[in-house]
């Protein structure tokens, strides 16, 4: 168990929906990372928050948003969903964003959209 | 840009036998490295990294990896295999793309399988 924690575990919409995926980090770290697996473009950097502050943004398409909470936990909103969104959500977080801390993954959400 | 090539999308190997599973990177300052390990319907799990220091890098589970500048690859070893490595296995670099960004670009991914 990685400290990480993700809701909800499977996720099942229609196209053109909006959908809410939620993650809280480790005790104590401050950074969340927001990835997409999926089979045709494998492991993909969304974006990052440090602190409630936007850090990075990596390939996010426009229909996504996230944001971090004070209380560090962080949200990462779907909208207008389409076929080619259904992949496997991850968060990971780690102590202050460093690049030499390895991140924590948390178990994801499977997001199928029909 | 920073990339991270796993040139086996599936490596077999008998149970007890030394594994590798291999990685090589492309970086435009130092390299900082990582493998992860996947099992079904899990997360991302960390098993060892590479900063600086010795070249033999220790990890989780008995998994070391050789980091070899000259060749920029950072393959993974373990001297004897069990059936429970069997897992999807990832290489990660870290981007420095901004004022303190950090975010991994993750390889393709190795299937490994062992076989009893």
């Known amino acids: 168990d990685s400290g990480v924690t993700q809701t909800p575990k499977h996720l099942i919409t229609a196209t053109g929906q909006r959908v809410t995926l939620r993650c809280s980090p480790r005790s104590g770290d401050l950074s969340v990372y927001w990835y997409q697996q999926s089979l045709d473009q494998g492991l993909q950097f969304l974006i990052q928050y440090y602190n409630g502050e936007e850090r990075a943004k990596g390939n996010i398409l426009e229909r996504f948003s996230a944001q971090q909470f004070p209380d560090l936990h962080s949200e990462l909103n779907l909208s207008s969903l389409e076929l080619g969104d259904s992949a496997l959500y991850f968060c990971?977080?780690?102590?202050?964003?460093?690049?030499?801390?390895?991140?924590?993954f948390g178990p994801g959400t499977r997001l199928t959209v029909l | 840009a920073q990339s991270v090539a796993q040139p086996e999308d599936q490596v077999n190997v008998a149970e007890g036998n030394p594994l590798t599973v291999k990685c090589t990177y492309s970086?435009?300052?130092?390299?900082?490295l990582f493998w992860y390990v996947q099992y079904p319907n899990r997360g991302l799990q960390f098993l060892l990294k590479y900063i600086t220091g010795d070249n033999l890098v220790k990890g989780s589970y008995g998994f070391e990896a050789e980091f070899n500048k000259s060749q920029t690859s950072f393959h993974l070893k373990k001297p004897s295999a069990l059936v429970s490595d069997s897992a999807l296995y990832f290489c990660?670099?870290?981007?420095?793309?901004?004022?303190?960004?950090?975010?991994?670009?993750f390889g393709k991914g190795t299937k490994l399988s062992v076989i009893p």
């Open positions: 970086v435009s300052g130092n390299p900082y």
């Open positions: 990971a977080s780690n102590l202050r964003g460093s690049s030499y801390n390895e991140q924590f």
């Open positions: 990660a670099v870290r981007d420095d793309s901004g004022a303190g960004s950090y975010q991994l670009t």
